[in-house]
């Protein structure tokens, strides 16, 4: 069979009704996609009926090469020149961008547009519990409609003589993620070993707590909650209430579980096959450059692991380094750029779950 025609590198972003039947156009060669208008007549390609199973907004892939038609499934990324970079006319268009300033000296946050902002943890800021010190860093009154971020260090609670704090977050999953440190983390009764650079699955209705291993200083953490919780319960005992159907709950990096997108990949730690949570939690690596601009149609936060650069929206900039969060809401026209020659690693947390490569 013939290739299909490459009709955009780019999903289209469609409303579509629930249980109601559409013709996908999988030639390319329809001037109404990503529908078909009859233009495969005497290709040997037919369109592809669907029907939605909610009412709602998608996104369609109009490169022709998802492997989850209709739906774009992030393969566009990795057609033609590679990733898509911004333009001269992009760059030179937001070179006056001055960089947004933190609302405190070189900590707080720098708003940019859309609600969407870089924030720096404040250490005079955290507030403790046991041998927790902790700090809300993205939360309803950020502007955050689905997903909650803290972060967490813990200290050795026999050398701090601290209780080792027991949180929960009823009803809400959680994806934690080892920024520095080991240690352990106890999930309703459950110890798992936990070391840098590590996500934990924590359920719903499940307590627990973090404790660096002996002697080897403090365990840094975020914590990304959802649907999202106001502030954490503090236990005074751990329940017994692990959820034994979901066994596995520490997920490393993993070379082999590498997804390339062009010259960037990500690896899927949590998702909602792993966990039981409509959320994905992904490690995601960058070379140095600047995306262009783009959109997604989830909620998501995104704290820098390493490597330096700019967080970009339409009319402003912030600066970026190791450590910060940035809250993204739905919809909001982007770009990451990284300006270190290693690159920049990062770990994203998002809502609804699905691939990180889908943008629009
Ligand atoms: S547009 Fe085809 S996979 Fe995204």
Known sequence: MNEPVVAATKPKLVTLKQ?????????????????????HAGTGFEPLRFKPERSGD???????????????????????????????EEIAASAHFPVTPRDGVEVGKALLDGGCYVRTVDPDAL???????????????????CLALY???????????????????????????????EGEIHISGRT????????????????????????SGTLRTTITICPQCEEPRWLDQMPENFNAELDERVFAFDPAKREPMADRFYQVLIDDNTGGADMTQ??????????????????????????????WTEGARAAVKPGDVIFLPRRQQHSLECTSEGGMRLVGVFFPAGSPAVNY
């Not at 967490?152 to 520095?180: C, Y």
């Not at 798992?192 to 002697?215: K, L, N, R």
């Not at 490690?283 to 650069?309: C, D, F, M, N």
Request: glycine residues 12%; charged residues 20%.
């Open 19 to 39: 249980g109601r039947p559409y013709l996908w156009c999988t030639c390319g060669r329809s001037q109404q996609q990503p529908f078909c208008d009859n233009s």
């Open 58 to 88: 998608f996104l369609l892939c109009q490169c022709k090469h998802t492997g989850d038609a209709p739906y774009c499934d992030g393969s566009h990324n990795n057609l033609g020149d590679g990733y898509e970079e911004a333009s001269e």
């Open 127 to 145: 507030r403790q519990q046991g041998n927790i010190a902790w700090s809300p860093m993205i939360a309803p009154e950020d502007g955050a409609n």
């Open 151 to 181: 972060y967490l260090e813990a200290r050795d609670s026999s050398d701090s003589g601290a209780d080792r704090a027991i949180m929960a977050f009823p009803g809400s999953h959680v994806a934690l993620f080892v920024l520095e440190g």
């Open 192 to 215: 798992f070993p936990v070391g840098a650079e590590q996500g934990v699955y924590i359920g719903a209705d499940e307590a627990f707590s973090i404790e660096p291993s002996t002697g």
């Open 282 to 311: 992904f490690l995601g690596e960058v070379p140095k450059s600047r995306a262009a601009g783009h959109h997604h149609l989830y909620e998501e936060t995104i704290t820098i692991l390493s490597g330096e650069g700019y967080m």
